[in-house]
């Protein structure tokens, strides 16, 4: 407001002084007339006015607050005092212990041919060469050899999940055995069950062929844990080999 009286002050006394050297240097008295204030220098002179009442209004806008009845709690403290009328001194903190999983139950899975032997292995679980493309690839299961047409036995107990084709694996059966664990049977050349089916341990689930991409007859076999594969060897009974 100070800014805008000195400015209107410096209008009034330029316009008195305009109308003054006007009456002097004619020899008829001049009207009075509406002084219109330059384009630049009103603006100007608003501008100012503006700026000090933003800035006025500016101080006493209050600070920003929660939305809600109530501001966000504290976390809750985990330290708690044993008892009412012991002091803080004495508390004591109680934590929750981490929930443990519950420990895989053992399942004793058979060899899923008859007579089976380690020595009938043509590949075993891991880094391998593809037999087919000449490449480095993981192996997820073992192969065995065995002849076209012979039983492929469930090595466990279970519930069919799966069985039909796949993308390079043929005829394929998974069977869901509890507990987190499933076999796959693939490049089997039929299928004897259908998914829904209860199996139980040595039933003939299917028999061995050369399906999909296999390069010759012989039974693909997985062992998988939540999904992950793992090595069959480690979870095969070895006093099964022959059935």
Known sequence: MLCYLRSSGRSAVRLARLLR??????SIPVAPTNYIMPWNESHQSLFIVVSVTLLLMSGCTPKPKY???SQPKEPASTVTPESPSESPAKATVTTK???KSPAKAH???TAPVRDY???RLTSRYGVRKDPRYNTKE?????DIKAESGDDVFASA???VIFSGKQSGFGKVIIIDHGKRFCTVSAHLSSILVNEGSRVGRGDVIGKVGRSGNATGVHLHFELRIEGKSVDPLRYL???HEAQ
């Not at 050297?21 to 004619?26: M, S, T």
């Not at 993981?138 to 073992?142: A, S, T």
């Open 107 to 109: 399942i004793v899975f």
């Open 67 to 69: 939305h809600g009845r």
């Open 117 to 119: 032997s380690s020595r």
């Open 157 to 159: 107990p279970g519930t």
């Open 237 to 239: 009974e070895t006093n």
């Open 21 to 26: 050297e006007q009456e002097v240097a004619g």
């Open 138 to 142: 993981f192996h997820h299961g073992i």
């Open 97 to 99: 212990s981490p929930t």
